[in-house]
């Protein structure tokens, strides 16, 4: 079978306005990496300005003797898949969903290939889709540590969504969908073509899973995976990390867990050295982001060789030792509160320099930034006050944690529209003000001096003395006269006011 879906460019540079365009993000749990099977499907549509237009969320039973997959990896229990529809049963509804609609997943080369393998088995021919890979969007939008979807959605001020739920993870990619269109001003690079799509039986009745409470978890660990940077060589690694990531989010991981983790990669067609590349590239990033700020506490060390060992990799972690600092100094915790691009690049730069990038407002959080989207009466903004917390602009905030220099203050002249830094002003000293009656009464003197001497000299030349002397007396005077007028102007105070 083709390809399923024709994969458009959503970026920066697009072209065309998807700004009437409608998305249907999907999102599906499996039983394995590939091949395998669809276990949960969630489908949500959405306007490209982010309202919510329908949404599908079902458990799937596999058919016949299927291998249903790990428990461990999709968090599924046989006695719930067991009383799920067949994709047979419900596969109408979902076509119906994504009818004259552009297509959204987080990675959408590993839905494509299970969705694909699914219509073959039930002997169904499906035209291509025009579809979006949101991971490669957001790999243009943002630069991040990884493009992990709760990576990713952090960035984007999305947080607290159910771990391991087919459903919360559309929406999510629906939100991100809608940012990107609305927010950032992304556009697609060639038009979508919508095919007519076939018409199914929808007889089955959904049954979703219980929607899970987000988990919330404020551990290191949870937080030290949305900063690893990891490296990715397609759509297979990709998932494997996001499942090894998922399963590492509780702060440990199991040799059970990583045991299902590996088996599965080897089913999907990773080979030993492959799993092992992957598993050691994964604890060194980890170690890294822990070692970041020269401390690591007895905890840190016991989770990060934990990992090691379960993962079959102990010798990256052999020589991890705490360190002996006495405490650990309070850590940069950083807030973004705010739904502009440029909120959302000042996270992506939080992440990216390892900061710890808070999802909600603790006493440990130290810097609360907010854009201009962020009312004044936000809940939040209080609580920080009373926490002692300040709160930020984004501008304030880039200088405040080192990300742009402080701007030089200027002055603008007119008309000439040039501008000049702003020399500081100096400020008047204690003994100024006795200069300044020195001066006029030094002033006063001369000028007095001077029109005496041209009176004499009047007199002389009218007392028949002779021009001579008169013209003497005269100069002596008008000299005296002018530096009487200039000592009783202040230099200081001239050149100000030209300025």
């Known amino acids: 079978m083709a390809d399923l879906f024709d994969t458009l460019t959503l970026s920066r540079d697009g072209q065309v306005s998807a700004a009437a365009l409608e998305f249907t993000a999907i999102d ?22 982010g309202t919510v237009l329908s949404e599908l969320s079902t458990l799937v039973r596999p058919s016949g003797e299927v291998d249903a997959g790990h428990i461990r990896v999709h968090h599924l229990t046989p006695q719930q898949l067991a009383v799920a529809p067949p994709l047979d049963e419900i596969l109408g509804r979902f076509v119906e969903l994504c009818r004259n609609s552009v297509i959204v997943a987080h990675n959408l080369p590993f839905e494509s290939r299970f969705l694909t393998e699914e219509l073959a088995r039930l002997g169904v021919r499906m035209p291509q889709l025009p579809g979006i890979c949101m991971l490669a969007s957001a790999k243009q939008a943002l630069r991040l540590p990884n493009y992990r979807l709760a990576t990713v959605a952090g960035a984007f001020g999305i947080s607290d969504f159910p ?10 990619c629906a939100r991100i969908a809608a940012t990107l269109v609305t927010t950032h001003g992304f556009g697609l690079t060639s038009q979508p073509r919508f095919p007519k799509l076939p018409h199914l039986r929808d007889t089955g009745r959904p049954l979703p899973r219980p929607e899970a409470v987000p988990s919330g978890s404020t551990s290191w660990m949870a937080g030290l995976v949305d900063r690893m940077p990891t490296v990715s060589v397609g759509a297979l690694e990709d998932a494997y990390l996001e499942m090894l990531s998922d399963a590492l989010s ?11 983790l590996a088996l599965l990669a080897a089913k999907a067609g990773m080979s030993k050295d492959d799993v092992r590349r992957v598993h050691k590239g994964f604890v060194m990033a980890l170690r890294a982001v822990a070692e970041n700020d020269g401390i690591v506490t007895v905890d840190e060390e016991s989770d990060v060789r934990r990992v090691a060992d379960a993962l079959g990799v102990p010798e990256v972690a052999h020589d991890l030792r705490a360190t002996n600092a006495p405490a650990r100094p309070a850590s940069t915790r950083v807030l973004v509160l705010g739904h502009t691009a440029d909120a959302d690049e000042l996270r992506a ?6 900061i710890q990038l808070a999802k909600k407002l603790t006493a440990s959080v130290t810097h609360l930034v907010v854009d201009h989207t962020v009312p004044a009466n936000e809940p939040r903004l209080a609580r920080a006050r009373e926490l002692g917390i300040p709160s930020l602009d984004i501008e304030s905030a880039q200088v405040a944690l080192g990300f742009v220099e402080p701007p030089d203050v200027i002055l603008f ?13 100096a400020q008047p000293t204690p003994h100024q003000p006795a200069v300044r009656d020195a001066r006029f009464w030094v002033s006063r003197g001369l000028m007095g001096i001077g029109l005496f001497l041209m009176f004499i000299a009047v007199i002389a030349q009218f007392g028949g003395s002779g021009f001579g002397p008169a013209l003497f007396m005269a100069i002596l005077g008008l000299g005296s006269l002018l530096g009487g007028w200039y000592a009783s102007h202040d230099p200081a105070a001239t050149m100000s006011s030209r300025h």
Do not use: C, M, N, W
């Open 28 to 49: 599906f749990k499996t039983s394995g990496l590939y091949p395998g099977h669809i276990v949960e499907l969630a489908a949500v549509r959405v306007r490209a300005d």
């Open 163 to 172: 771990a391991h739920l087919a459903l919360a993870d559309a929406r999510v």
């Open 250 to 260: 509780d702060r440990k991981i199991s040799e059970q867990e990583s045991h299902a």
């Open 349 to 354: 730069a939080v992440l990216s320099s390892g």
């Open 413 to 425: 002249d007119e008309p000439t529209q040039v501008f000049h830094p702003v020399a500081p002003v």
